[in-house]
């Protein structure tokens, strides 16, 4: 499957239309919207590869020295505190990503039941049922999976280096000032169409930001 970059489109709920950025041009002071405090910094970013638009999004995440963070936490204070974007959790497993595009509630349906997420933007699960989700709104975005498609982790402990795969965990992946968390979801993952795969057989030579469309940072919603 080919993913489309198109740079066109874009939430009402922006309080001004965010500029594309490639990746590789990407620096900390494009970030608009940052949460938490402290002197360190992280950037998450996702791309839902939906052929919706903007196809990736970026958050500025902070905090202080003296406290030890994890890309399991930057995931779930920003989805907290940005009130369009939701996760699926299965013991601090990602297992989805949703936006709300076109604002008012937001909700997923499983086994013809509507669900809402929790007060933290969460929705969880005790089973590794991420295939069994899917939108209420057609016109709100939402990724998940497991044997259908996963979502894939790659991260740098700076911007500028260049973008692995993880081995780990978002639990277990330590974040260090500068670093950049990365989640795509690969439709394709469990076959040689997968970004994964095509990282593999590039050995030393993969970096991850090539596989990435242009980027947009979030901006302050109204």
């Known amino acids: 499957m080919l993913i489309s970059c198109s740079s066109s489109g874009g939430s009402d709920d922006y309080e001004e239309p965010p500029m594309s ?15 938490g405090e402290g002197e360190n910094k992280a950037m998450l970013i996702i791309q839902w590869n939906d052929e919706k638009t903007p196809a990736a999004l970026a ?28 996760a699926l959790v299965f013991n601090n497993e990602i297992g989805g990503f949703g936006y709300n595009l076109n604002g008012g ?62 081995g780990l965990s978002a639990y277990a992946r330590k974040l260090v000032n500068g670093s950049v968390d990365a ?24 970096d991850g930001r090539d596989f990435f469309c242009d980027v947009f940072p979030v901006a302050k919603l109204r």
């Open 183 to 206: 989640w795509y979801f690969d439709a394709e993952m469990y076959n040689d169409n997968s970004v994964f795969y095509r990282c593999m057989l590039l050995g030393e030579d993969c």
């Open 59 to 86: 958050w500025g995440y902070r905090w202080k020295s003296e406290e030890a963070k994890r890309g399991i936490d930057m995931v779930y204070d920003i989805v907290e505190a940005y009130p369009n974007l939701f």
């Open 105 to 166: 509630s937001f909700a997923v349906n499983l086994d013809g039941n509507t669900i809402m997420p929790d007060s933290n933007g969460l929705f969880i699960t005790d089973l590794y049922n991420f295939d069994d989700y899917a939108i209420s709104d057609s016109e709100d975005r939402w990724q998940s999976g497991y044997f259908e498609g996963t979502w894939s982790y790659w991260g740098s402990d700076s911007l500028g280096g260049k973008l692995e795969y993880s």
């Open 21 to 35: 950025i490639p990746f590789s041009d990407l620096t900390f002071d494009d970030i608009n919207f940052w949460i």
